[in-house]
Every structure is written in structure tokens, then in C-alpha cells.
């Protein structure tokens, strides 16, 4: 499995941004997607996941603010931004849950939000 990432950048306080990450090559089934990210300094945290019936998680500090959501025909996650802070600052990674060939991460994209 091959994830492709795309949306980051650089952005002000307050302004959004929408990440993508397309899952392609052998896929059996996917079930849970999601988007972690990590700060200089900090351990990698899970921002939001979503399973295959579209269930979702967040966590506590983007609630609210971000919205995940998947395209199931096009193995494609996304998760909108909106409202964005100087803490949201740090790398944003895609991971995928496939039923029979496990998880995989995606190579990151950078999100840096200006005060």
C-alpha cells in the first residue's frame, strides 16, 4: 500500500487548510484512516480517524475546528482545517488500517500556522 499526501503549507492564524492522503496498490479492505501529527519536541498524537461505516474520532483540541472524511471509492482520506492555530503547527501523517495487510504510514506533509 502507497499513500500520497497533499495540503500542507504554510498559513495565518485563523486560516484553513485541507489535507488529502490517496491510498493506492494492493488494498484489500481499509478499514480505520486517520491523521496523527507531530510537533519538534513531542510525540506523535492522533488528531482524528474514521472508520469505514464513517464513524469518527477527534481529538479534544481540534474538536470542532477539524473535519475528517473519506471517499471509500477513491481510498482517499481528508481532514479540513479551519480555524487554524500556532499549536496546530507540526507534521501530519496518514495512517491506514488495511484488514489483511496491517498499517501503514504516510511520508508526512508540513503544516505551519503564523501568529
Known amino acids: 500500500v502507497q499513500l500520497v499526501e497533499s495540503g500542507g503549507g504554510l498559513v495565518q492564524a485563523g486560516g484553513s487548510l485541507r489535507l488529502s492522503c490517496a491510498a493506492s496498490g494492493t488494498i484489500f479492505s481499509i478499514s480505520a484512516m486517520g491523521w496523527y501529527r507531530q510537533a519538534p519536541g513531542k510525540q506523535r498524537e492522533l488528531v482524528a480517524s474514521?472508520?469505514?461505516?464513517?464513524?469518527?474520532n477527534y481529538a479534544d483540541s481540534v474538536k470542532g475546528r477539524f473535519t475528517i472524511s473519506r471517499d471509500n471509492a477513491k481510498n482517499t482520506v481528508y481532514l479540513q482545517m479551519n480555524s487554524l492555530e500556532p499549536e496546530d503547527t507540526a507534521d501530519y501523517y496518514c495512517n491506514v488500517r488495511d484488514i489483511v495487510l496491517g498499517t501503514y504510514w504516510g511520508q508526512g506533509t508540513q503544516v505551519t500556522v503564523s501568529s
Open positions: 474514521i472508520t469505514s461505516s464513517g464513524s469518527t
